[in-house]
């Protein structure tokens, strides 16, 4: 065989064995299915039960529940919103600049270190929908204030907005007005939110993960 012929030959097996690097080789995650590797869709899981963490090691392949790899993998530093802890093991999501890529599996607890909740709450959030403005009045307490927009098939859009005081509930924040109700959740350097679903037109929603702009 031609030696030009055999360096295709063995680029080609080497590229179908790689596992995929969900952080650094590609410019846009790909499509992923909402149960990677066996984990719920995070959205699904209790808020107070998420954490944030960085992977530690140099590479953290994800696997299943019964710790089987499968193909993609996260890099030291790389950022995760992560569930309850099962057998040692966490459903761990992969977010890219603030927003969940919908890629993940589980990673053994030792791959990655915890990060603690920011304890500014303070400044502009956002997240693929919704946009929250935190501020602490002189008296002490914490108002809100946001919008959300969901685009209709016709070119227009359903809007929803909040506006009020925050109070503590257990590790969350919440405010409620004209029957709307929201949760915020502190997770590392994120808002995790939660709404009633009655925060303003059809399929309007300030539930999300919120990354702080300024």
């Given at each position: 065989?031609?030696?030009?012929?055999r360096?295709?030959?063995?680029?080609?097996?080497?590229g179908?064995?790689?596992p995929?690097?969900?952080?650094?080789?590609?410019?846009?995650?790909?499509?992923a299915?909402?149960?990677?590797?066996?984990?719920?869709?995070?959205?699904?899981?209790?808020?107070?039960?998420?954490?944030?963490?960085?992977?530690?090691?140099?590479?953290?392949?994800?696997?299943?529940?019964?710790?089987?790899?499968?193909?993609?993998?996260?890099?030291?530093?790389?950022?995760?919103?992560?569930?309850?802890?099962?057998?040692?093991?966490?459903?761990?999501?992969?977010?890219?600049g603030?927003?969940?890529?919908?890629?993940?599996?589980?990673?053994?607890?030792?791959?990655?270190?915890?990060?603690?909740?920011?304890?500014?709450?303070?400044?502009?959030?956002?997240?693929?929908?919704?946009?929250?403005?935190?501020?602490k009045?002189?008296a002490?307490?914490?108002?809100?204030q946001?919008?959300?927009?969901?685009?209709?098939p016709?070119?227009?859009?359903?809007?929803?907005?909040?506006?009020?005081?925050?109070?503590?509930?257990?590790?969350?924040?919440?405010?409620?007005?004209?029957?709307?109700?929201?949760?915020?959740?502190?997770?590392?350097?994120?808002?995790?939110?939660?709404?009633?679903?009655?925060?303003?037109?059809?399929?309007?929603?300030?539930?999300?993960?919120?990354?702080?702009?300024?």
């Open positions: 065989m031609p030696a030009l012929s360096s295709i030959l063995t680029l080609a097996l080497l179908a064995a790689a995929t690097p969900l952080a650094h080789a590609q410019g846009a995650p790909a499509p299915p909402a149960t990677p590797l066996g984990c719920a869709d995070w959205l699904t899981l209790e808020p107070g039960n998420l954490r944030a963490a960085r992977v530690s090691v140099s590479r953290a392949v994800f696997t299943d529940a019964s710790g089987k790899p499968g193909k993609a993998y996260v890099v030291k530093g790389d950022l995760l919103l992560q569930g309850p802890p099962v057998n040692g093991r966490r459903c761990s999501y992969f977010v890219r603030g927003v969940p890529t919908g890629a993940g599996g589980y990673l053994n607890t030792m791959q990655v270190q915890n990060l603690p909740a920011s304890a500014a709450l303070s400044g502009t959030w956002t997240s693929g929908s919704g946009t929250l403005t935190l501020t009045t002189a002490g307490a914490w108002q809100v946001g919008s959300a927009l969901y685009p209709t016709g070119g227009s859009a359903n809007l929803g907005e909040v506006d009020g005081t925050l109070t503590r509930r257990g590790g969350a924040w919440q405010v409620a007005a004209d029957g709307c109700e929201l949760n915020l959740w502190p997770v590392g350097p994120w808002l995790v939110a939660a709404d009633n679903g009655a925060c303003g037109g059809l399929n309007v929603t300030f539930s999300g993960l919120y990354a702080r702009q300024r």
